[in-house]
């Protein structure tokens, strides 16, 4: 029985995404410089580095909102760019934005998002009613979103990404702006999540959110992945064997800073 | 000369700064010279344009010896005026409230909330006057060279106007704050100030199509002697018009009656408005309680859920009602002026009043679903093909602009089925003109800025009512009789063939894989 918690099946020998020599130029500014990246299915990726690095120009193009100028992306077997409907339809994309529509309630952005995404009716009442009550967005159901505070709008936001039941899904910045209450309330679900077979990738300047949730994490600078692995191979990599994420991070994005 | 930081003037000043700096963003971002040049030019050219038009009013404002019929129709004039400046304070104080801007880091300030509200009440009072005297002032100074010194009366009497229409506003706001609270006063707010501003309208022009008769028995009761009957009130209510025909006690009287009603407003509602606004912080518009009105029944499918998403949006905003409600006002004076000209039959000539209406309307609607979308991206990330997307767009438009011309189509069907049909035929194709040409052309705002999405584009714009009004000439042709009529509507089609050979994208496309070029949301990720 489908839930809003979990999945829809994917081929488990299929990466859930597989990114190859994927680059984005916008006039002479190289954003993403030829990323290799492949994501098992059940794995929680965060993607750091520092501000206009490429993470979340890698995103987008991921989510089919920018062409890359080269390489080729494939979304739990479905080639993205010669296919972009089927793979947009398995996939998520949260913004650090939300985006949201202020005059509709929470129920009624369901229903539109579940709507686009073509899902029976009598289906997506069921997942908006089951996801609602895990958000704890019950008292707020039937209220417009103009009144609400960032994290509400947020796990709005969220729902709305979960609603069509996605494979992958990516989320820029999730925890932004966002108490601790509404922060483990979403934690809580993407690990189920990823518990139930999907595979997310998510950007965070938070690095405690990555050293203690992610399954790995990738590193990007200057548009290149610099370093890819768990916590542990990172520190490794880095040669700190007792240090912080942050010293890993600032290590691997600032050497020269470091090497001073 | 620099203001000393905190003072009064200095909290004007910074207010008329951001005004500025608005107004020179929706020129297109131009440099101060430029700017300045350019306002030196249209300062020339209003003038120029006011010479050959100032003799045809010349017997309007000839001081005492003004005829009753002349001071009815300076009358209206002034009455539109303050109209006009009224609604335009109305939408202001409101746009102060719920927009905020630099609201809260100026409550939050060791200023106090009375001076902080004159400050702001001088700057709408200036804008206001602003909007109006750029084109009053040149007809005042040209009148003033050809005809004498008594058209500058001009300057104190809008002055004086601006200070009176500003204090009302103030009042009608905070009124609207006590009456209803901060969640419905917007939408009284917005609907108050589009029928101030276009009841004054359908006044002036009732007035015009009035019989003779009764225009003449109107002009009798102005007659300087039975003004004076009417005793204090009548005098106060002629007190522009007297000012305005250069009478010095009635200048001094109007100038004096505008700033105090002013002081006291800006004065005594400072507090008020202090409260207003915080209680106006973070309020939702009306309508947004939390409990379910009926239970709700989800619907499948990407076009439906577009057009659902797209009415229940346009239910929800009054301003939008406001704006649209503006638009067809102020269209009504094409019908009246054909009407009047007595060279069409009525039902004739309301036929293109009707097709310039649909055709504004929908270019508004298709505006808002195209360039006003909230949540493009969403959209974009969905799995639906851009042309889907469009489709479901104008086809969840083309429901309002029918609801908008069904009244007086279905009035004019009535008085002739085969013109009603004609008035319908041509406005669905002027309203998919301008609709398609929205469509390819997109400009991102903020759904709030309709009426003044045409500063982002003036080509548009124009476009836009060349569209209409080619539109609107087709059908009276064709309604004569006339073969010449399939001319205008292929015009129409080569001007909409240009919009599509330039276009932009459409929202899907615009923002989607498949557009050539970024759009710029998408553009923005880089940044």
């Known amino acids: 029985m489908s839930s809003a918690l979990a999945p829809a099946a994917a081929p488990g020998s299929v990466p859930g995404l597989l990114l190859s020599d994927v680059a984005k130029s916008f006039g002479a500014k190289q954003a993403v410089a030829g990323i290799d990246l492949i994501l098992p299915r059940g794995e929680l990726y965060a993607l750091l580095g520092p501000n206009g690095a490429g993470k979340t120009t890698t995103l987008r193009m991921i989510a089919g909102l920018l062409r890359p100028d080269r390489g080729s992306i494939s979304i739990f077997g479905i080639d993205a760019l010669a296919d972009p409907i089927a793979a947009r339809r398995v996939t998520a994309w949260l913004p650090d934005e939300p985006m949201l529509y202020d005059k509709l309630t929470p129920l009624e952005y369901l229903e539109f998002v579940a709507g686009l995404w073509d899902i029976d009716a009598r289906v997506a009442e069921r997942r908006a009613g089951e996801l609602i009550e895990v958000l704890d967005l019950v008292p707020h159901a039937h209220a417009r979103c103009e009144g609400f505070s960032r994290g509400m709008k947020q796990k709005v936001a969220l729902a709305g990404a979960l609603i069509h039941d996605p494979s992958l899904i990516m989320l820029d910045e999730p925890l932004t702006g966002i108490d601790a209450g509404i922060a483990r309330q979403v934690k809580d679900l993407l690990q189920a999540r990823v518990g139930a077979g999907a595979t997310i990738v998510l950007t965070t300047h938070i690095l405690e959110v990555a050293e203690r949730l992610a399954d790995r994490i990738g590193i990007v600078a200057g548009g290149r992945l610099v370093a890819e692995g768990t916590f542990t191979e990172l520190k490794a990599a880095a040669g700190r064997d007792h240090s912080t994420l942050e010293d890993v991070f600032l290590s691997l994005t600032r050497p020269e800073a470091e090497a001073a | 000369m620099r203001l000393k930081p905190g003072t009064f003037l200095w909290l004007v000043a910074h207010d008329l700064r951001l005004n500025w700096r608005r107004f020179v963003d929706m020129l297109g971002g131009m440099t101060p010279a430029r700017s300045l040049g350019l306002g030196l030019l249209g300062v020339v050219g209003l003038h120029a344009l006011a010479w050959p038009t100032v003799p045809r009013i010349a017997h309007v404002i000839a001081g005492p010896q003004s005829t009753p019929e002349a001071r009815l129709a300076l009358a209206v004039l002034l009455g539109t005026v303050v109209s006009w400046m009224a609604a335009q304070g109305l939408f202001a104080a409101t746009r102060t409230l719920y927009d905020r801007g630099d609201l809260d880091l100026l409550y939050g300030s060791p200023q106090s909330p009375r001076r ?30 050809r005809y004498g010194v008594q058209w500058l009366a001009a300057y104190p009497t809008l002055l004086g106007l601006a200070l009176v229409a500003t204090a009302l506003a103030l009042a009608v706001t905070v009124a609207l704050f006590r009456l209803f609270g901060p969640r419905r006063a917007r939408l009284y707010a917005h609907l108050g100030g589009a029928f101030i501003g276009g009841a004054i309208v359908l006044a002036a022009q009732v007035v015009a199509m009035l019989p003779d008769q009764l225009r003449a028995s109107i002009a009798a009761a102005l007659e300087p002697a039975a003004i004076r009957e009417a005793g204090i009130v009548g005098r106060i209510l002629w007190l522009p018009v007297d000012a305005m025909l250069a009478e010095p006690w009635a200048m001094a009287a109007l100038l004096l009656a505008g700033a105090a009603m002013f002081a006291f407003a800006a004065w005594r509602l400072g507090g008020s408005f202090a409260r207003a606004c915080l209680e106006a912080a973070g309020a939702p518009s009306a309508g947004t309680a939390g409990r379910p009105t009926r239970p709700m029944r989800f619907r499948s499918g990407p076009s439906r859920a577009l057009r659902r998403k797209e009415w229940r949006l346009l239910v929800r905003d009054p301003s939008l009602f406001a704006q649209l409600g503006l638009q067809i006002v102020y269209t009504i004076p094409l019908a009246v002026v054909l009407v009047r000209s007595g060279s069409l039959p009525i039902a004739l000539a309301l036929t293109p009043a009707i097709v310039v209406i649909a055709a504004q309307v929908a270019a508004s609607l298709a505006w808002i679903a195209v360039s006003g979308e909230d949540a493009p991206e969403l959209i974009a990330a969905a799995p639906v093909r851009p042309a889907a997307v469009d489709w479901a767009k104008l086809s969840a438009i083309a429901v309002p602009v029918l609801l908008v011309a069904a009244v007086p189509v279905g009035g004019l069907a009535l008085a002739s089925p085969l013109t009603a049909l004609a008035a319908l035929l041509f406005a669905a194709g002027a309203s998919a003109s301008t609709a398609l040409l929205n469509l390819w052309h997109p400009m991102p705002g903020n759904r709030r800025g309709m009426l003044r999405r045409h500063a982002q584009s003036k080509l548009i714009g124009l476009l836009e009512h060349l569209l209409a009004i080619l539109w609107a000439i087709a059908a009276v042709l064709a309604l004569l009789g006339s073969h010449l009529w399939p001319l205008p509507v292929l015009m129409a089609a080569v001007v909409l063939g240009h919009g599509r050979l330039t276009s932009r994208g459409a929202l899907g496309a615009g923002i989607g894989i498949s ?11 880089l940044e």
């Open chain 2, 515 to 525: 557009a050539a070029t970024p759009a710029p949301s998408a553009a923005r990720a």
């Open chain 2, 116 to 145: 902080i509200l004159a400050a702001k009440a001088t700057a709408i009072a200036l804008s206001s006057l602003g909007s109006v005297a750029m084109l009053a002032l040149p007809v005042a100074n040209v009148g003033a060279i």
